[in-house]
């Protein structure tokens, strides 16, 4: 499995502004994801964070307001910009396993953002 | 795309009791099939996973049974206890999608003692 860490766990942030999540994995892995769950609900993919590309984003994301890097094989951030109220969520990021495995994920603790 | 249901919405069950959680999932191409538990404040922790070539699999307490022809996928969970009480969620993947994951809506399990 990977062990997966995200800073920071919570935030309060003013509208407007912006807010950047880092995802640390204890190994090399080719999958990174980033997922949205607000409150009460299930998780949605934001994007899939590919190494030394573009991030692949889903229908009702874009990249202007959630850009997404990864520089290497066992780090990514993804930013919240010009945040709004409706941005208050808990942002998951979930890796592939280590050695390059395929589907399975695990998931980091979660950022806990409230934007007021 | 794929679209993964999830029932029911909410379970309580008395502790010693059994609990079991259904997922339908519309993509024929999908061929792995986690669940996750996630408790209050933390991340989904992967509790068991099914591929698309296997009917059953068990770990101690918990099982999953997929039927590929009629597309669904269930948790068993047996003896429950009260730290099972979390929130359930299914979802589904295939290889051909890029391994994204497509999560159920979830499930409230209550375990009473």
């Known amino acids: 499995s990977a062990v997966i860490s995200q800073k920071p766990s919570r935030d309060i942030c003013q509208r407007g502004t912006s807010l950047t999540i880092q995802c640390q994995v204890d190994s090399q892995v080719t999958m990174m994801f980033w997922y949205r769950q607000q409150p009460g609900q299930s998780l949605t993919l934001i994007a899939t964070a590919n190494q030394g590309s573009e991030a692949t984003y889903e229908s009702g994301f874009v990249i202007d307001k959630f850009p997404i890097s990864r520089p290497n094989l066992t780090f990514s951030t993804l930013t919240v910009s010009n945040m709004s109220p409706e941005d208050s969520s808990i942002y998951l990021c979930?890796?592939?396993?280590?050695?390059?495995?395929?589907?399975?994920?695990?998931f980091g603790p979660g950022t806990r953002l409230t934007v007021l | 795309g794929e679209n993964v249901e999830q029932h029911p919405s909410t379970l309580s069950v008395q502790e010693g009791d059994s609990a079991v959680i259904k997922c339908t999932y519309s993509d024929s191409a999908s061929n792995y099939f986690p669940w996750y538990k996630q408790e209050l404040g933390k991340g989904p922790q992967l509790i068991i996973d099914i591929r698309s070539n296997v009917g059953e699999k068990k770990d101690q307490r918990i099982a999953v049974t997929l039927n590929k022809t009629a597309k669904h996928f269930s948790l068993h969970i047996t003896e429950t206890q009260p730290e099972d009480s979390a929130v359930y969620f299914c979802a589904a993947s295939s290889g051909a999608a890029g391994n994204k994951l497509t999560f159920g809506g979830g499930t409230r399990v209550l375990v009473k003692p």
């Open positions: 979930s890796a592939g396993a280590a050695g390059g495995g395929t589907d399975t994920q695990y």
